[in-house]
């Protein structure tokens, strides 16, 4: 089993950027793919990013192309998001979540543990 506990989100002005962490427990944290997903008011929770345990192989959303990077450290159990220039439409919940595959095709589906969530609001 795996425990997943954010942080970094907060409320952030255009153009700025942020990096959310994603602190893990549990034995299965370097075999699980680690996924980012977001969801805005009103709105279903969506893929954002995902990387694989053992290569790092890395996928993203195409609205995440160019601004968002996914990584992590495997010693420190910890995954990891950094969004540059943060426009008003990356307002959101960031989740992180644990999977068992990496796929272009990530969905909710697909997943085996969610984080609580972190608060991302950018102001214009």
């Known amino acids: 089993q795996v425990q997943l506990v954010e942080s970094g989100g907060g409320l952030v002005q255009t153009g700025d950027s942020l990096r959310l962490s994603c602190a893990a427990s549990?034995?299965?944290?370097?075999?699980?793919?680690m996924a980012w997903f977001r969801q805005a008011p009103g709105k279903d929770r969506e893929f954002v990013a995902v990387?694989?345990?053992?290569?790092?192989?890395?996928y993203y959303a195409d609205s995440a192309k160019g601004r968002f990077t996914i990584s992590r450290d495997n010693a420190k159990n910890t995954a990891y998001l950094q969004i540059n220039s943060l426009k008003p439409e990356d307002t959101a919940v960031y989740f992180c979540?644990?999977?068992?595959?990496?796929?272009?095709?990530?969905?909710?589906?697909?997943?085996?543990?969610w984080g609580q969530g972190t608060q991302v609001t950018v102001s214009s």
């Open positions: 979540a644990a999977a068992p595959t990496t796929t272009q095709a990530m969905s909710v589906r697909l997943i085996d543990y």
């Open positions: 990387i694989s345990w053992g290569r790092g192989t890395t």
């Open positions: 549990g034995r299965t944290f370097s075999r699980s793919a």
